[in-house]
């Protein structure tokens, strides 16, 4: 049977155990692959590899290396090749016995479709998103195998439809929690799918860090910002948080402590499910591939888009099923994820070759001029640049380590420049013999150009403006118009290059003056600067706005804005296939649903009623 729509965003975390695969290709590393849902060992103890999930949906790794997974009413753990149940039913996971809420030791406890999970930091307890529940839930650490875990709840209120309450531990109220993250500190953040928002528990009290209750796409902060089904996060720093913000169809930033809300990436994606930042790569999982996002360019990693398959191998031909959350393990240098509809864990190795690589605007300057040499390497997380002979200077604050470098050399000559670049998995050098060739200084008028260490800054960032004019002015004098700047460290507009901070937005034309005893030049580049807000409030909603009502119902049930030629698929609480409509208005019997709709753009949603007698 069919259960993929419940989960909608469910946390996946880090596998690492001893198997014998190649390192370098996607690969099975636990699990029987089949379709569908319902299959089970009814043992303590499994091998790996004779291990039926069904339907897995989120992994945890704890500090000795061993790992928990979330599948459809269980929670299980794999310590080295064993794959054990810790928790939840261990028969039939569609028999009605499976589903609960029973706190309890081992197979006495149930969960009713536990999603997201994560391990904390120092005690090394195990934390679970209890969907459908609405509750979060904590098991006690594994000690030895005879140690069965305890589980008990932490927070919330079993509700099918679920709230959204902040306060005590015991009447903070949440719906449809997905994701979990802790920070270092030991604070557990919540990913609150169906209320929109990014909880926080903090000690004993349940906070809302970003997000209101309402869907939309908003920047702002706190209680000001939206998201619409946000259901991955991924710890940037103690400081940030990164949220896969599914029906937005965007990557957003969270300032945890100030809980401001900004846009990292909003074109490009399909529905988003989670997303982790390895050194200066985000990787955004969708449900049938990843995305990487370098150097402000989106591309895809490993799988293929709305393409599903079961194929092991280079990271170019495999497929996958469904996904719906993965983790990094830095040890192993690859991404887990849990493959949902083909019941398996997959191993994706992170394989990011460098090839340094670089250009210089200008390798014939003369003396004193300023040459722009740039990086063009893709997936370095490290730079370090070598000059020699060592007769220049590094000019607008440049370092040896940045991307663009400026650079003026102090007698004529032929020099050779090195860029060493490296991230995690490789390391690549380039080396350019006599590159540069300065010739001695001339007997002519300037002729003037400049650039900007950034065009498109930021209200009050600080850019700084370089000079790289030919012939050795002896005199410099900029005009920024309008004047609303401010300069900034002691730099003036007869600097050679100054450095600038807009106060307000909008664009800005740059001209520049220079002048020697042989005569002087002009240039005037035109809306030459682009000043932004800090944050674009985009007010708008991408996805389909669904709204069931009456909910409760008497029998009657509708759905307000549903698209033309969209069908309704209707769930019962266990997850069976009710019916199927295109109508806007149905008659269901007593019980609880989910209701899922697809428009011809693939674009769906969730919604929950409850029927009454």
Not at 54 to 59: A, F
Not at 174 to 199: M, Q, T
Not at 367 to 375: M, W
Not at 443 to 469: G, R
Request: glycine fraction near 8%; aromatic fraction near 10%.
């Amino acid at each position: 049977m069919q259960r993929s729509f419940l989960y909608t965003g469910l946390f996946t975390c880090l596998i690492t155990f001893s198997f014998k695969l190649q390192a370098q290709t996607v690969s099975t590393i636990a699990g029987i692959q089949y379709t569908d849902s319902g299959k089970f060992n009814a043992t303590a103890a499994n091998d790996v590899t004779q291990e039926y999930y069904s339907r897995p949906l989120g992994v945890a790794i704890d500090t000795n290396n061993r790992i928990y997974i979330t599948d459809e009413h269980n929670v299980m753990l794999i310590i080295g090749n064993i794959s054990r149940n810790r928790g939840g039913f261990r028969g039939d996971p569609t028999d009605f016995q499976s589903l609960g809420s029973n706190d309890g030791t081992g197979l006495t406890s149930r969960f009713s479709t536990p999603a997201g999970c994560a391990v904390h930091p120092k005690t090394n307890d195990i934390y679970i998103a209890d969907k459908n529940n609405c509750l979060i839930r904590k098991g006690m650490r594994y000690v030895n195998s005879s140690n069965e875990a305890v589980w008990s709840t932490i927070s919330g209120k079993v509700s099918f439809l679920g709230g959204y309450k902040d306060g005590a531990l015991g009447d903070a109220e949440f719906a449809s929690p997905e994701d979990l993250e802790f920070d270092s500190k030991g604070r557990l953040y919540v990913c609150d799918f169906d209320n929109h928002a990014i909880r926080l528990i903090d000690g004993s009290t349940v906070t809302t860090v970003a997000g209101n209750g309402s869907l939309g796409f908003k920047n702002g902060t706190g209680k000001n910002a939206q998201f619409s089904y946000p259901c991955g996060i991924g710890l940037e720093s103690d400081s940030f948080l990164l949220v896969a913000d599914r029906n937005n169809e965007a990557i957003r930033k969270v300032n945890t402590y100030t809980g401001e809300v900004t846009t990292i990436i909003s074109q490009g994606l399909d529905f988003p499910l989670d997303v982790i930042k390895v050194e200066n790569v985000i990787y955004i999982l969708e449900a049938q591939c990843i995305k990487m996002y370098v150097n402000g360019k989106l591309t895809v990693y490993t799988g293929k888009e709305r393409t599903s398959g079961y194929v092991n191998g280079d990271i170019s031909v495999a497929r996958f099923g469904r996904m719906y959350h993965f983790a990094y393990m830095k040890a192993q240098k690859s991404f887990y994820i849990p493959d949902h509809y083909n019941n398996v864990i997959r191993r994706v190795p992170l394989l990011l070759s460098v090839n340094a690589t670089f250009a210089a605007n200008n390798t014939a300057p003369i003396v004193d001029q300023t040459v722009t040499i740039k990086s063009s390497t893709e997936y370095a997380t490290s730079l370090n640049w070598e000059i020699t002979p060592t007769n220049y200077t590094l000019q607008a604050g440049s370092k040896f380590t940045d991307s663009i470098i400026y650079v003026s050399f102090n007698s004529a000559g032929s020099y050779s420049v090195k860029l060493k670049a490296s991230n995690s998995s490789s390391s690549d050098e380039e080396l350019k013999n006599n590159y540069i060739n300065v010739s001695t200084n001339s007997t002519a008028k300037p002729v003037v150009d400049f650039t900007a260490t950034k065009t498109k800054p930021i209200v009050n960032e600080t850019i700084t403006l370089v000079d790289l004019t030919a012939n050795n002015p002896t005199s410099y004098s900029w005009t920024i118009t309008p004047k609303t700047y401010l300069l900034q460290n002691s730099t003036d507009l007869a600097s050679r290059n100054p450095q600038v901070k807009f106060t307000q937005t909008g664009q800005y034309t740059i001209k520049l003056d220079a002048s020697n005893a042989f005569g002087n030049h002009s240039t005037t580049k035109t809306a030459y600067i682009q000043v932004v807000l800090t944050s674009v409030n985009q007010e708008f909603e991408k996805s389909i706005s669904m709204k069931v009502f009456p909910n409760p119902s008497y029998g009657t049930v509708n759905i307000d804005g549903l698209p033309e030629a969209t069908v309704v698929r209707i769930y019962d609480a266990a997850g069976r296939n009710v019916f199927n409509t295109t109508n806007s208005q149905f008659e269901l019997n007593p019980g609880a649903y989910y209701i899922v709709v697809q428009n011809n753009e693939y674009r769906w949603s969730l919604g929950k009623v409850i029927v009454v007698d």
